[in-house]
């Protein structure tokens, strides 16, 4: 497996077409070839990322190009997305925590993969759009655990997620101006909501770092720590409380947030109640009503 899944074609047209190239790969993982438990724990099988299950019901993802400060070169983001899709076609992942190394979540994308890149090739192979799969792909939570660098592709990757933790000394900025460029994948837009127009124009125009107590302050990341210790502890768990509700209202919930970055509030409230509404519909909101009257613990069936 691990040949097919180090994907190092020669031609840049191939190499951009990750998401495409994923999906037969992902369609390997069958209920009926997987043990229930860790089953994703396949480290031998990747390159540039570890998987790993370190609670029940979370599949944790560590990007592992420790001597780029994982610079998310074609290569990487391909393990990334295959990995990120197995999870969310596994019976027994809830929660995915998605997390670099203590010096470096990733420093960007790779500087040296794109500095020969064309305009012709780079605009014909779309090139990064299948890196951005994990926002429209992935059904199920996905937490940031940022210490360390998340600079440009990093950081982006990082707001992608549905939940952004850091440490208080990471690193975050939008340094492309510094290259001759700008953020490419969603970094402008995405800070622009999180932190207001201005600011993210002070960042992406000047390359201007920030750090992770201003990422908290600013309500970029929803916590952040005073260790690597305390954010991997307090990322899991986050990630097993998630983990530990119902997966049909876990997803419906995760729907009706993102919604919000692309609706009006009219019609995001409208949005979130006929969902609301269709959750009348599933077994553990009968489950947990009653298991809450009853005083009891609810045993979702996630249907
Ligand atoms: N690309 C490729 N290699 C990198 C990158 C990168 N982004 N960042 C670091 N490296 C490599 C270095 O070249 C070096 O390799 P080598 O040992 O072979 O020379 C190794 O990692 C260690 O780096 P440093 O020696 O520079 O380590 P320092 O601790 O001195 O500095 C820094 C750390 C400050 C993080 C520094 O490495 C740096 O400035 N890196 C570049 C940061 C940057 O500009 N990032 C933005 C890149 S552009 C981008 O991301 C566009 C986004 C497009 C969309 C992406 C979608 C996900």
């Known amino acids: ?39 994703y724990s396949a480290p031998a099988s990747y390159e540039f990322i570890e998987t790993s299950e370190p609670r029940p019901g979370v599949g944790q993802i560590t990007l592992n190009r420790p001597k780029a400060l994982n610079a998310l070169s074609t290569p990487l983001i391909t393990e990334l997305n295959t990995a990120l899709l197995s999870f969310d076609r596994s019976p027994t992942i809830r929660t995915i925590l998605l997390t670099g190394s203590q010096k470096a979540f990733a420093a960007g994308a790779d500087i040296k993969e794109m500095a020969p890149l064309t305009f012709s090739e780079a605009y014909t192979t779309s090139f990064i759009e299948s890196w951005s799969s994990l926002t429209t792909a992935i059904k199920k939570p996905i937490i940031a655990a940022v210490s360390g660098h998340a600079l440009g592709g990093g950081c982006e990757l990082a707001l992608m997620c549905d939940i952004l933790y850091c440490t208080e000394t990471a690193n975050f900025g939008q340094p492309e101006i510094k290259l001759g460029t700008i953020p490419g994948a969603g970094g402008s837009q995405r800070l622009s909501r999180a932190v207001g127009k201005s600011r993210a124009m002070e960042l992406v125009l000047t390359g201007k770092g920030f750090s992770g107590r201003e990422a908290y302050e600013w309500g970029v990341a929803a916590r952040c720590f005073g260790s690597w210790e305390e954010l991997m502890e307090g990322s899991l768990k986050t990630a097993e409380t998630i983990a530990g509700y119902s997966k049909v209202a876990v997803m419906a919930g995760k729907e009706v947030v993102n919604k919000s970055q692309d609706l009006g509030i009219r019609d995001g ?13 599933s077994e553990d909101q009968k489950i947990g009503m009653k298991a809450f009257a009853e005083k009891k613990k609810a045993e979702w069936t996630d249907k």
């Open 1 to 39: 497996m691990a040949t097919l899944l180090v994907h190092t074609p020669n031609t840049l047209s191939s190499k951009m077409n990750t998401f495409r190239a994923m999906r037969p790969i992902a369609s390997r993982f069958s209920k009926q070839t997987l043990p229930a438990y860790r089953s």
């Open 269 to 281: 409230v409208e949005f979130e109640r006929r969902v609301f509404h269709s959750l009348f519909g």
